[in-house]
């Protein structure tokens, strides 16, 4: 139930009486905005209710034309409604704000001396954060309905699903073929479908929205990116209305889906693994909340190499290991950080092994390609490299060094102080990220080419660089991966 103005009425601590607009109090309230200025529009996004005592009627000269155009301006920028306060100013709301809000259909709230406005915005806020703690609880419950949904298989899930949206779910194969529906009879034909399975592929994004026959769509595909499983498509009004909401609720049931098929503990491990290793914490999350599969709170990425990655890898996955990646060339496997490198000797045979430093589920990333990294300073001399021990990670021990920052302030400093430092470090960033190459970098600067070179000769000048020497780049490359700049 969202926040609506006929709620913030009904407190009756803050005293509000409707004037005019009932036809409006369902409207939902996101915020509570303070303005005395004739024209409060370029401060509102919409949704608001906008409070005001009408100091700033009282300095116009023309106060009915005044109010007309202000009440306007709140209905073009999607204002819900106007509270207007009385005293210091007025002893009644102003016959020129009645009539202008009236005709511009604004719900017209008075507000008494007594409550002042901080009082409305703290009822708005505290409203809202019980709002948003019960449709949490409600979505944790619908995701526990999934679940135990999900002991029945696809079609059950499906058909949960669709009932908790009161809508409609269609699921896909991989060549976007229709493979279930729930109701059987609902939703758009299946070339509608397909069309928009193969538009959210070619897009590559985690979710397509669209609007099919006036409801609100959404497709989700299932599996990752390199392993499509297929679509699950979802129409509700319910999408339209609470995005946020339904998103956890249709990513709930798309993870499940994904993983549904695969049976056991080992296979759903290696699920939540493929996930953490694409970046996509929150699929992975839903799905070992829903598989009751611990996830630990810290991995160690293990990259093996060789002819036998494959054989260890299995083994690993056989002591508590986590498979993540499996190539031609390499495996990968998280393990917890208590996995001795004894133990993974002892299980490598003819191949080798890379080792992450410890990290969160959410920097899985980042531990793979420190494995990786390991694995590629491995030889028949040095079975098992640690991240820890290689020259990147005494780089990284340099780069966070405190003469490291000392040397990025210093050098720095100038530019950030300038009054456009916070423009001038952005250019400079993406010429770096870009190598050196204008082209690219003002494309990602969003800027001319010319303008970026301006702003590169600023920098140069106010720190002193030639950056026409490869010492000097190298000095600003360091200085900006070093340095806490904006």
Do not use: K
């Not at 009440?71 to 819900?80: K, Q």
């Not at 990513?251 to 290696?270: F, I, K, P, S, Y």
Request: hydrophobic content about 50%; some cysteine.
């Amino acid at each position: 139930m969202a926040v609506t103005i006929r709620r913030l009425v009904a407190d009756a601590r803050l005293g509000l009486r409707v004037v005019f607009g009932h036809e409006g109090l369902d409207q939902p309230v996101r915020w509570v905005v303070v303005s005395e200025l004739p024209d409060p529009a370029p401060w509102l996004d919409g949704a608001e209710l906008l409070l005001t005592s009408g100091m700033w009627l009282r300095e116009e000269g023309d106060s009915r034309q005044a109010a007309e155009a202000w009440a306007g301006r709140l209905v073009e920028a999607g204002a819900r409604a106007v509270g207007f306060g009385l005293d210091p100013w007025f002893a009644q709301i102003p016959a020129e704000i009645v009539n202008a809000t009236r005709r511009w259909r604004l719900t017209l709230i008075e507000v008494p001396a007594r409550t002042p406005f901080v009082a409305i915005d703290r009822a708005v806020a505290d409203l809202n954060a019980a709002e948003a703690r019960r449709e949490a609880e409600q979505g944790r419950r619908v995701q526990q309905r999934l679940a135990e949904a999900g002991r029945s298989g696809r079609q059950a899930v499906a058909e949960r699903l669709a009932r908790e949206l009161h809508g409609w779910a269609v699921l896909l194969d991989a060549g976007h073929q229709v493979a279930l529906r729930a109701p059987a009879d609902a939703g758009p034909d299946d070339g509608v479908l397909a069309a928009l399975a193969r538009r959210g592929d070619q897009a590559g994004r985690h979710a397509l929205h669209e609007e099919i026959d006036g409801v609100s769509v959404t497709a989700v595909p299932l599996g990752m990116a390199r392993e499509r499983r297929g679509t699950l498509c979802v129409g509700s009004p319910t999408v339209g209305h609470r995005p946020m909401w339904s998103a956890g609720v249709i990513g709930t049931a798309a993870a499940l889906l994904t993983v549904l098929d695969r049976g056991g503990e080992r296979e759903l491990r290696g699920v939540v693994a493929e996930l953490l290793a694409e970046g996509d914490l929150r699929s992975a999350e839903r799905v070992a909340g829903i598989a009751d599969v611990p996830l630990p709170t810290r991995f160690v990425a293990v990259a093996l190499t060789g002819q036998g990655h494959r054989r260890t890898a299995t083994r690993l996955v056989a002591a508590g290991g986590w498979p993540a990646v499996e190539q031609a060339a390499e495996s990968v496997v998280l393990v917890t950080p208590g996995f001795s490198e004894e133990r993974l000797l002892a299980l490598l045979e003819d191949g080798r092994a890379g080792l992450s430093t410890g990290r969160a589920p959410e920097q899985a990333v980042t531990a793979i390609r420190e494995a990786r990294q390991a694995a590629q300073l491995t030889g028949p001399d040095r079975m098992v490299v640690r991240y820890a021990d290689t020259p990147a990670m005494e780089l990284d021990r340099l780069l966070a060094s405190p003469a490291a920052e000392r040397f990025a302030e210093a050098l720095l400093a100038p530019v950030t102080e300038a009054p456009d430092g916070d423009v001038l470090i952005a250019a400079a960033r993406h010429w770096v990220a870009a190598n050196h190459h204008w082209d690219p970098a003002a494309t990602a600067a969003g800027v001319h080419r010319e303008t970026l070179r301006a702003r590169l000769r600023r920098v140069a000048a106010l720190a002193g660089l030639d950056l026409d020497q490869p010492a000097d780049r190298l000095a600003l490359a360091l200085a900006l991966t070093v340095g806490r700049f904006r």
